[in-house]
């Protein structure tokens, strides 16, 4: 065992004490323990012994090359020795600087590309516009609900995820996202805080819940208040695309109850269960209220947490039948052979804004049965194409008259023929007109 000393004094006292500190016998022990070398000077005890002789001497183990470049490592005190030459994960002070310095230098390079990045991804969005006339229905019910959420903030400022929670029961990044994905919403990089967007393998990451989110502006440059009476005020009428913003809703609420249920009673699912559970759920929301899927998750969780108390059961395998009884529960329902009981909102569980609006607009609420509130929607019929009635009554004049002269076959063959050529219907009506004079009265 070889320890090198470099001398940073020349006072002999010192020296002398440095070597007493340092000196080892032939199986590499230290030849006298630290509490021997005191009293010396001002040292106040033993444990600060150490430190006085790292100012009066570098010491380096001989027998511990560093890792980078084979130099002797630096020992700060005693317990740094090795008795054997062993390899090792250390590197000197001249390499752990060189590599503090690689790394700051990375640092700044990863920063200089990650600021590149959000300028031009800033930048993009910056340059997004939305027309707010053409977006969908259910954009529109969401774009009410989150106004009544976080005013004025939607239209004044920027907002993340964690500002919408009042718009409904569960995750509101859900429906922050499918606006985003509309081009309803646009981010806003640099208001985001710290850490929200990272490089991760030459790509550009992003925390979610930490976004930064503004309303597109509009390209009819209408202001805000305009913008949303305009929203109001208008006739809804794509159904379908409404019910599946409900069915999302609905479960969101089902969901939240059932968390807070497992939670009680200390049921952990993993992700596959969860599935189970929300596909069983959303498949009853088309028969059953969302008040009566609230009680089956109170039977469900209530019976499982009874299976975990049995002796050969435990909270685990308990947690695993729940997406089961989920499905047996509602198959008797379904069945008729069980009836589900509403239960009733509680109070630290709120409908949120997005509830109030379904509520407002549709008159559905946790206690509308599933099946009526679709009813409700598919009631919403989306109106005929502007061009669709002219082309029927085309179509129907041409068909009349071709069968009153028994030439129906051939006109259809020469309709047939024209299309597959590459012509569009209504062309290929007035062709075959042209073809027929007096075929189509309404071409």
């Known amino acids: 065992m070889a320890i090198k ?7 002999q006292e010192e020296i002398s004490f440095i070597h007493r500190y340092w000196a080892t016998d032939d199986t590499g022990a230290f030849v006298e323990p ?6 010396f000077r001002d040292i106040p005890h033993g444990g600060a012994v150490a430190a006085y002789v790292r100012n009066w001497c570098e010491a380096y183990d001989e027998d511990q090359p560093c890792s980078r470049c084979g130099d002797p490592v630096r020992l700060n005190c005693r317990s740094d ?4 030459v062993c390899p090792t994960q250390r590197q000197c002070e001249a390499c752990r600087r060189l590599m503090a310095a690689h790394a700051q230098q990375r640092k700044a390079q990863a920063a200089a590309e990650l600021d590149s990045r959000l300028a031009e991804h800033a930048r993009q969005q910056n340059e997004k516009t939305c027309d707010y006339q053409t977006i969908g229905d259910a954009e529109v019910v969401l774009l009410i609900a989150l106004e009544a959420a976080i005013t004025p903030r939607l239209t004044a400022g920027s907002f ?22 509309s081009g309803v919403l646009v981010k806003r990089p640099f208001e985001s805080v710290a850490g929200t967007y990272f490089l991760k393998n030459d790509d550009l990451w992003v925390n979610n819940d930490q976004v930064k989110y503004a309303l597109a502006p ?13 929203l109001a005020s208008r006739e809804l009428s794509d159904g379908p695309n409404i019910a599946e913003l409900w069915l999302t809703y609905a479960l969101q609420d089902v969901m939240a109850y059932f968390w807070n249920e497992c939670s009680t009673y200390q049921h952990f699912l993993k992700p596959e269960a969860v599935a189970d559970v929300e596909s069983s759920f959303r498949s009853a929301l088309h028969t059953f209220s969302v008040a009566q899927l609230w009680s089956v998750g109170w039977r469900v969780i209530r019976e499982a947490a009874a299976l975990a108390n049995r002796t050969y059961y435990n909270r685990e395998k308990a947690a695993a039948t729940i997406p089961g009884k989920v499905r047996r529960h509602l198959e008797k329902a379904l069945s008729e052979e069980s009836s589900l009981k509403p239960w009733t ?16 607009v549709f008159g559905i609420d946790e206690n509308t049965l599933g099946v009526d509130a679709l009813q409700v929607f598919s009631r919403i019929a989306t109106p005929a194409s502007p061009t669709a009635e002219p082309l029927l009554s085309s179509a129907h004049h041409l068909m009349e008259a071709a069968a009153e002269r028994g030439i129906s076959a051939h006109v259809l063959i ?14 290929a009506i007035r062709e075959v007109s042209d073809k027929y004079p007096g075929q189509a009265e309404g071409a």
């Open 81 to 84: 020795l090795k008795k054997y």
């Open 160 to 181: 993340c995820t964690y500002d919408c929670e009042g718009l409904s029961p569960g995750d509101p990044g859900v429906y922050l996202r499918s606006l985003y994905a």
């Open 34 to 39: 630290v509490s021997a070398l005191l009293p």
């Open 345 to 360: 909102r509680r109070e630290d569980h709120p409908a949120g804004t997005l509830g109030m609006v379904f509520l407002k």
């Open 5 to 11: 000393l470099e001398l940073l004094t020349q006072n």
């Open 414 to 427: 020469d309709v047939a023929k024209l299309v597959q050529g590459g012509a569009g219907i209504e062309e």
């Open 218 to 230: 509009d390209p009819q440059h209408n202001a805000a208040c305009e913008l949303f009476d305009i």
